[in-house]
């Protein structure tokens, strides 16, 4: 069941700054991101400023900056901060640049990518995460917001393509090749790929002359999201 951010304590009732979450962001940017090779300033910006704990309901919010995924039901995380932005750095993501992201959970991978200056929109099948992700944005973020819709996931969103970045916040089985046709020429998917029998790891779709170029990168975990599963009985 997945956990609610509606039905808790409101976040515009949450301290505006709290000296322990100030001091996690900052751990997690010393002691985290930067020692592993995360060096892009406006995804440091933009992970150092919005406020992680804004994304999960009230119980879980002490477990935020930890290096691990927070759990949100409905086979949804809050990714670790470091593979998001592994997986966000891997992007190549520059401002003003037209990003969607699926399967968007409760709304901090847009987040970070609105914040860093991107014209972001959100998809995410669950009506009620749907919700929490706009309280949340709408709390954490002041300016650029993304814009946070109810949809499949899988069909993306052709109304607002073409896309320079596709941020799938999750893992798949096989890669979505099918939603290349909303990236524009250089336009990057990014994902983890959980094929069975190997560990997750972070791949890149580039879009060039036509085709697609495959960048494979760091080893990630995260979970296999419902939204892309095959359909029953196909087997890779």
């Keep these: 069941m997945a956990h ?22 900052r751990f997690m940017l010393d002691c985290q991101l930067t020692p592993n090779g995360i060096t892009d300033p406006l995804l440091l910006g933009a992970m150092g400023e919005i406020p992680r ?38 992007a190549l993501v520059q401002p003003g640049e037209r990003a969607l992201v699926l399967a968007a959970g409760t709304g901090y991978g847009a987040a970070v990518l609105a914040r860093m200056g991107l014209i972001v929109t959100g998809v995410e099948s669950e009506a009620g995460f749907v919700e929490a992700a706009r ?19 899988k069909a993306g969103q052709p109304a607002g393509a073409p896309y320079r970045v596709i941020l799938i916040e999750g893992a798949v089985e ?6 290349a046709s909303q990236l524009g020429e250089g336009g990057r998917l990014v994902v983890i790929l959980r094929r069975r029998g190997e560990p997750g ?7 060039l002359g036509g085709g697609l170029t495959e960048v494979v990168g760091p080893d990630a975990v995260g979970p296999l999201l419902p939204d892309f599963a095959p359909p029953p009985g196909f087997v890779f």
């Design 135 to 153: 309280q949340a944005v709408d709390f954490a973020l002041e300016g650029n917001r993304p814009t946070l819709v109810e949809g499949d996931a």
């Design 53 to 90: 704990e804004a994304f999960v309901p009230e119980a879980l919010r002490a477990r935020v900056y930890a290096d691990d995924a927070v759990p949100l039901g409905e086979g949804r995380t809050l990714l670790a901060p470091m593979v998001l932005a592994k997986m966000i750095q891997l």
């Design 4 to 25: 609610s951010l509606v039905t808790e304590t409101p976040l515009a009732e949450m301290p505006r700054v709290e000296e322990d979450f100030a001091l996690a962001r």
């Design 174 to 179: 096989s890669l979505p090749r099918e939603l």
């Design 201 to 207: 790891r972070i791949v890149m779709l580039r879009k």
